[in-house]
C-alpha cells in the first residue's frame, strides 16, 4: 500500500490550489471567502479519502489512483464554490406523479398568480391603506370579500397557514375550557399536525368521544356541559375506514351545536370550491357545503386542492371571525404580502371554472385526459429513446396521486415512461444523479425501472427533464 504519509503529503496546500486557473477565475466572479472555503473543503474531503483508504485491511482500490494533482482538485473546488454561490432553494422537475408534493413546495401557482406575487415583490402597493379614503386599512381585506362570496360565509381571516388556523380557533373560543371530538377524527397530518397536540398546544382540553369507527349524535349530547366551548369535526382528510362506520355529518352536528348555542369548528384540510365528483374523482366535502350545512368556522389550506400559496383560512360566523383577529396571536401568525398577491389571484381564478382547470397547475394536473396522457408518455419515450443508447424506454399504463394528504384512496390512472438503464449502470446512480442534475429530475424508482409521470410535468419543463435524463444516462457510466 502506497504510504499514508507520503500521500497526505502530496495533498496541495490551499494558496496552491487558488493559483490554479479555474480556481483563480472564480475568485474574480464569486464572494472570495466561498471559494477559499471550497478549497478548503475540498482538501480535507481528499485527506478523509486518504486515511479511509489507509484504515482499510485489504483496500478497494490502491489510494495511489487517486489523482491528487492541484489542477484536478482546483476542478473540483471550482464546482463546489460554484455550487455554493448559487440559490440553495431551486425549482425542480416533479415526475414523481404526485400532484400535491409536500416536500416540493406542495404546488406550482397559476401564471396570472406569479404575475401578482412579482408586482407585489417588486413594488409599494395598498397593503394596509385604502386608496378610497387615504386611511389605514386591513390586509385581510383584499381576501375577505372574495373568500365571502365564493363560500356563502359572513367573514373570512387567513393565516400562515391551517394548522394555524386550527389552533387560532380553539386557542380563541375554547382555551381553558372544552372542546369535543370524536375518536374517529383525532388524525395525524404530516407528521407533526395531530389534534390532540394542537388542542393541548391552544389552551383548550380535548373531549373524545364515540369510538374509534363509530360515533353517534348522542356521544356528543351526552358530554356537553357548563364547561363546554366548541365542537370540533376535522376531515380524516388523509385516511379512509372502510367497514363498519358512523360519524355525524355536520349538518346534524351543527343542529345540535345550535341547540347548545356553541360554535361548530369543523377542518377540511385541503377545502375544495369544485365539486370533484364531476370529475371523476372521490368527493372531497366543499367549503361552501359546509358553511350551507351550518358550520359556525371553517377552516382549511391555501395550498392543497385550492391550488395557491400557503395559507390557513377561516371562513364563517361574523362575530367569531372577529374574536379571531382581535386575538395577539393572530399577529403572530399573520400573513405576508406576497400570500395575500397568491391568494387573491388564485380566488379570483375560482369566479371563472374554465380558468380553474385551464390555469392553476393543480387542476389541470387533476383533469387532464388519460388520451393526453399517453400522447405526452409517447412524445416523452421516443425522444428519450434517442438518449439512452442500450437501455429500455417505454410506455406503461400506472397511477398518478394527489397527494399532500387529500384524497388518500383515489387513483388517477395514468401513462408512465418506464426507463430501464443500460446494464452496468444502476438504476438508484441514475436517480441520484437525476437528482443533482440543473434542475433536478425527481422520479420514482419501481425495481429497476426510472418512471416518469408526464401529469406533473408541465409542457415547457419536458426539454429540460429530456436534457438532464441525457446527461445523466446518456454516456456516463462511471456515476
Ligand atoms: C393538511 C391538513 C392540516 C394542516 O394544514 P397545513 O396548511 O399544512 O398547515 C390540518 N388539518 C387537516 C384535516 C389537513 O388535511
Redesign the pocket.
Known amino acids: 500500500m502506497a504510504d499514508f504519509k507520503s500521500l497526505l503529503r502530496e495533498l496541495p496546500a490551499v494558496d496552491r490550489l487558488l493559483r490554479e486557473p479555474p480556481l483563480e477565475d472564480k475568485m474574480r466572479h464569486l464572494p472570495r471567502r466561498l471559494v477559499l472555503q471550497a478549497a478548503q473543503e475540498t482538501i480535507a474531503s481528499y485527506r478523509r479519502r486518504i486515511s479511509d483508504y489507509s484504515s482499510l485491511d485489504t483496500p478497494p482500490e490502491s489510494p495511489v489512483q487517486i489523482n491528487l494533482s492541484p489542477a484536478a482538485l482546483a476542478e473540483e473546488a471550482a464546482l463546489l464554490a460554484e455550487k455554493k454561490a448559487g440559490l440553495n432553494l431551486k425549482s425542480v422537475i416533479n415526475a414523481t406523479g404526485i400532484i400535491i408534493h409536500?416536500n416540493l413546495g406542495?404546488v406550482a401557482l397559476a401564471p396570472s398568480v406569479v404575475d401578482a406575487v412579482t408586482a407585489a415583490a417588486a413594488n409599494y402597493n395598498n397593503l394596509e391603506f385604502s386608496l378610497d379614503t387615504g386611511e389605514r386599512s386591513s390586509r385581510q381585506e383584499h381576501l375577505e370579500n372574495l373568500l365571502c362570496e365564493l363560500s356563502g360565509a359572513e367573514a373570512a381571516v387567513v393565516v400562515?397557514?391551517?394548522?394555524?388556523?386550527?389552533f387560532l380557533a380553539l386557542n380563541t373560543l375554547a382555551s381553558g375550557r372544552e372542546a369535543i371530538v370524536s375518536r374517529g377524527q383525532l388524525?395525524e397530518?404530516?407528521g407533526s399536525?395531530r389534534?390532540p397536540e394542537?388542542m393541548a398546544a391552544s389552551g383548550a382540553r380535548l373531549v373524545e368521544i364515540g369510538t374509534t369507527n363509530k360515533t353517534y349524535l348522542r356521544d356528543y349530547e351526552a358530554v356537553v356541559n357548563e364547561n363546554t366551548a366548541a365542537f370540533l369535526k376535522?376531515?380524516?382528510?388523509?385516511y379512509h375506514m372502510i367497514g363498519f362506520t358512523a360519524e355525524v355529518e355536520t349538518e346534524e352536528l351543527a343542529a345540535l351545536a345550535e341547540r347548545c348555542r356553541l360554535p361548530l369548528v369543523e377542518?377540511?384540510?385541503?377545502g375544495v370550491f369544485l365539486d370533484l365528483a364531476e370529475y371523476g374523482l372521490p368527493p372531497e366535502p366543499r367549503v361552501q357545503d359546509s358553511i350551507a350545512a351550518g358550520a359556525d368556522l371553517v377552516?382549511?389550506?391555501?395550498?392543497?386542492m385550492l391550488g395557491g400559496p400557503?395559507?390557513?383560512i377561516i371562513v364563517g360566523r361574523r362575530d367569531l371571525v372577529s374574536a379571531i383577529r382581535k386575538n395577539q396571536l393572530a399577529r403572530t401568525l399573520r400573513i405576508d404580502k406576497l400570500t395575500v398577491a397568491a391568494l387573491e389571484a388564485t380566488l379570483r381564478l375560482y369566479f371563472d371554472r374554465a380558468r380553474v382547470l385551464e390555469e392553476i397547475p393543480v387542476w389541470s394536473m387533476l383533469t387532464v385526459s388519460p388520451e393526453e396522457l399517453r400522447r405526452r408518455a409517447g412524445k416523452l419515450a421516443e425522444k428519450l429513446s434517442l438518449l439512452v443508447e442500450d437501455g429500455r424506454v417505454e410506455v406503461i399504463e400506472g397511477i398518478s396521486r394527489v397527494g399532500?394528504?387529500?384524497l388518500p384512496t383515489a387513483e388517477l390512472p395514468t401513462f408512465l415512461v418506464a426507463l430501464t438503464p443500460p446494464k452496468g449502470d444502476s438504476p438508484p446512480a441514475v436517480v441520484s444523479r437525476l437528482r443533482r442534475e440543473d434542475p433536478p429530475v425527481i422520479l420514482r424508482l419501481q425495481q429497476d425501472r426510472l418512471l416518469f409521470d408526464p401529469r406533473t410535468v408541465r409542457e415547457e419543463e419536458e426539454e429540460a427533464l429530456i436534457g438532464a435524463v441525457g446527461r445523466a444516462c446518456g454516456k456516463h457510466l462511471d456515476g
Open positions: 409536500t406542495r400562515n397557514n391551517n394548522a394555524a388556523a386550527v388524525v397530518i404530516g399536525f389534534i394542537i376535522v376531515h380524516t382528510s388523509n377542518d377540511l384540510g385541503s377552516t382549511f389550506s391555501g395550498d392543497k400557503q395559507a390557513g399532500g394528504g387529500a
